[in-house]
């Protein structure tokens, strides 16, 4: 006798109720051994709480440790924040896993896709740390860390090994990005090592999509920084038959929120023909986290059985409501062998983060100053030399326009300044620089401190340095 597991039951917002009863009553007729929490968050729950996420639904998932999300509506351009980026980093969930496999009776281009994308799920540019410089200029900051990349990494390789899977691949940028996805892609070396069993390899990610819609049986695991790996797990879900199967979990250490990749489908909601496998697929990659795998299988046969009789929801050409859909599998779990209680399991192994490493080597050899400089026919009048900085270098949009030549390239109205010093200098120089500017009238919103590991530069150089 299994003491039932107790999980929070999000029902969210739109098809988000239909879609949650769906799987609800699935669960019940195969007798899973979840209690339901039922809490609340989304776009309802603001109109009635006054909040997307009251702090009693964050605290049912603490308790609980795992929670099922039905999708939430978020207002554009203005309004709450995503529920969902919320509670990704309220609850640190560092991995968002997306199977992408094909199903049969979905027709497809490609019939063989069996692929998990491994997205890093916290950092890059959804720390959403932004600002705008000058009218004309915004800037995005993308974070990478070691400690972000080796988390996503370590737990690709684990789950790699604990599922059978024999390739990881690691799809960045790193050709341009040296340092951010370079930073990833030496992380992603160095946990490999540990995984001799398993082939590791990278992929630039143009390459990576170019391959993945021609043929995309080739791949296994994938694992990328944040924003790769939002745009390249859609495509992939296009590969086998859209949003309506494609599943998602994210995983913490502590922590796992499993939901559907798509939304709250506002067009179609209370019609009663939403499509509840993306939800139920993630439902039953949640048992497998969960250690009821023989669950996630059972479950899993009845629905292969439903879409092999040819049963289907509008959204993949067929004519069953999400109810007609829902009863034919549950009806197809009797006729499904019968399974022992937690045969085996696939539960992954959740890596530590490795402690920060010491940057005491490091010496300050220079700044980036940035300026804003309006007369854009000629360039910024900066001073040649100030305390122990030179001026080494100045770029407009990433290309070096002095010292000449000055390419005939559009300008803008913010410039970077590298002033570099010949020997390690402290800050006292980059003060000295930036009163400096002041006293000549030049405006300055960012400076960035240049530093050097030994002679290896801690930075990268312009377009033409
Ligand atoms: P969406 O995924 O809700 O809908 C896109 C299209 O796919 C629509 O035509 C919809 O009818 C269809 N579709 C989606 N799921 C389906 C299903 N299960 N069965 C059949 N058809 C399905 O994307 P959209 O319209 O951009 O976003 C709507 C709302 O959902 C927005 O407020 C957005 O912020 C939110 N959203 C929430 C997510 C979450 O809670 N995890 C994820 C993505 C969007």
């Given at each position: 006798?299994?003491?039932?597991?107790?999980?929070?039951?999000?029902?969210?917002?739109?098809?988000?109720?239909?879609?949650?009863?769906?799987?609800?009553?699935?669960?019940?007729?195969?007798?899973?051994?979840?209690?339901?929490?039922?809490?609340?968050?989304?776009?309802?729950?603001?109109?009635?709480?006054?909040?997307?996420?009251?702090?009693?639904?964050?605290?049912?998932?603490?308790?609980?440790?795992?929670?099922?999300?039905?999708?939430?509506?978020?207002?554009?351009?203005?309004?709450?924040?995503?529920?969902?980026?919320?509670?990704?980093?309220?609850?640190?969930?560092?991995?968002?896993?997306?199977?992408?496999?094909?199903?049969?009776?979905?027709?497809?281009?490609?019939?063989?896709?069996?692929?998990?994308?491994?997205?890093?799920?916290?950092?890059?540019?959804?720390?959403?740390?932004?600002?705008?410089?000058?009218?004309?200029?915004?800037?995005?900051?993308?974070?990478?860390?070691?400690?972000?990349?080796?988390?996503?990494?370590?737990?690709?390789?684990?789950?790699?090994?604990?599922?059978?899977?024999?390739?990881?691949?690691?799809?960045?940028?790193?050709?341009?990005?040296?340092?951010?996805?370079?930073?990833?892609?030496?992380?992603?070396?160095?946990?490999?090592?540990?995984?001799?069993?398993?082939?590791?390899?990278?992929?630039?990610?143009?390459?990576?999509?170019?391959?993945?819609?021609?043929?995309?049986?080739?791949?296994?695991?994938?694992?990328?920084?944040?924003?790769?790996?939002?745009?390249?797990?859609?495509?992939?879900?296009?590969?086998?038959?859209?949003?309506?199967?494609?599943?998602?979990?994210?995983?913490?250490?502590?922590?796992?929120?499993?939901?559907?990749?798509?939304?709250?489908?506002?067009?179609?909601?209370?019609?009663?023909?939403?499509?509840?496998?993306?939800?139920?697929?993630?439902?039953?990659?949640?048992?497998?986290?969960?250690?009821?795998?023989?669950?996630?299988?059972?479950?899993?046969?009845?629905?292969?059985?439903?879409?092999?009789?040819?049963?289907?929801?509008?959204?993949?050409?067929?004519?069953?409501?999400?109810?007609?859909?829902?009863?034919?599998?549950?009806?197809?779990?009797?006729?499904?062998?019968?399974?022992?209680?937690?045969?085996?399991?696939?539960?992954?192994?959740?890596?530590?983060?490795?402690?920060?490493?010491?940057?005491?080597?490091?010496?300050?050899?220079?700044?980036d100053v940035?300026v804003?400089w309006?007369?854009i026919?000629h360039l910024p009048a900066m001073p040649e030399?100030?305390?122990?900085?030179s001026l080494r270098m100045m770029s407009n949009?990433g290309t070096k326009v002095y010292p000449p030549p000055t390419p005939?390239i559009?300008m803008?109205?913010?410039y970077r300044c590298r002033y570099?010093?010949?020997?390690?200098?402290?800050?006292?120089?980059?003060?000295?620089?930036?009163?400096?500017?002041?006293?000549?009238?030049?405006?300055?919103?960012?400076?960035?401190?240049?530093?050097?590991?030994?002679?290896?530069?801690?930075?990268?150089?312009a377009q033409g340095e």
């Amino acid at each position: 006798m299994t003491l039932p597991r107790r999980v929070t039951l999000i029902r969210g917002d739109g098809i988000g109720p239909e879609i949650t009863n769906a799987v609800v009553s699935i669960f019940d007729a195969a007798r899973v051994p979840i209690e339901w929490e039922e809490a609340d968050a989304g776009l309802a729950c603001y109109q009635k709480h006054g909040t997307p996420l009251p702090q009693e639904t964050l605290e049912s998932i603490l308790r609980n440790g795992v929670a099922l999300k039905g999708p939430t509506t978020t207002p554009v351009g203005e309004g709450f924040k995503s529920v969902n980026v919320t509670i990704r980093k309220a609850l640190d969930l560092f991995a968002n896993v997306r199977p992408t496999k094909s199903l049969p009776g979905v027709v497809t281009r490609f019939g063989n896709v069996d692929i998990i994308v491994v997205r890093e799920n916290i950092e890059d540019t959804y720390g959403a740390i932004e600002h705008r410089q000058t009218p004309d200029v915004a800037q995005t900051l993308r974070i990478i860390t070691r400690q972000g990349s080796m988390l996503v990494h370590r737990y690709a390789f684990e789950m790699a090994r604990q599922l059978g899977r024999r390739r990881v691949t690691c799809v960045h940028k790193a050709n341009i990005h040296k340092h951010g996805d370079g930073l990833f892609l030496e992380c992603f070396r160095a946990v490999a090592s540990d995984y001799p069993d398993i082939v590791a390899d990278d992929l630039i990610v143009d390459n990576a999509c170019m391959q993945l819609v021609v043929r995309p049986e080739t791949f296994d695991v994938l694992v990328l920084p944040n924003l790769f790996g939002d745009i390249v797990s859609d495509l992939c879900a296009g590969l086998v038959g859209g949003l309506g199967v494609a599943p998602g979990g994210n995983i913490g250490r502590h922590h796992a929120v499993f939901e559907a990749v798509h939304g709250s489908a506002p067009d179609i909601a209370g019609k009663g023909v939403a499509n509840p496998t993306a939800l139920l697929l993630s439902a039953l990659q949640m048992l497998d986290h969960l250690g009821m795998s023989s669950y996630a299988r059972y479950i899993e046969h009845a629905l292969t059985a439903t879409l092999k009789a040819n049963i289907r929801t509008r959204d993949l050409g067929g004519v069953a409501t999400t109810r007609e859909f829902t009863e034919a599998i549950i009806a197809r779990l009797a006729e499904v062998p019968a399974h022992a209680e937690h045969e085996y399991s696939r539960v992954i192994t959740v890596p530590e983060p490795p402690p920060p490493t010491s940057g005491l080597n490091w010496s300050l050899v220079g700044a980036d100053v940035f300026v804003e400089w309006n007369d854009i026919a000629h360039l910024p009048a900066m001073p040649e030399q100030v305390a122990r900085l030179s001026l080494r270098m100045m770029s407009n949009r990433g290309t070096k326009v002095y010292p000449p030549p000055t390419p005939p390239i559009t300008m803008v109205n913010w410039y970077r300044c590298r002033y570099l010093a010949s020997q390690p200098i402290d800050v006292a120089d980059v003060h000295a620089l930036l009163e400096e500017l002041r006293q000549r009238g030049i405006r300055w919103m960012q400076v960035e401190l240049l530093c050097a590991d030994g002679d290896t530069p801690m930075f990268s150089k312009a377009q033409g340095e």
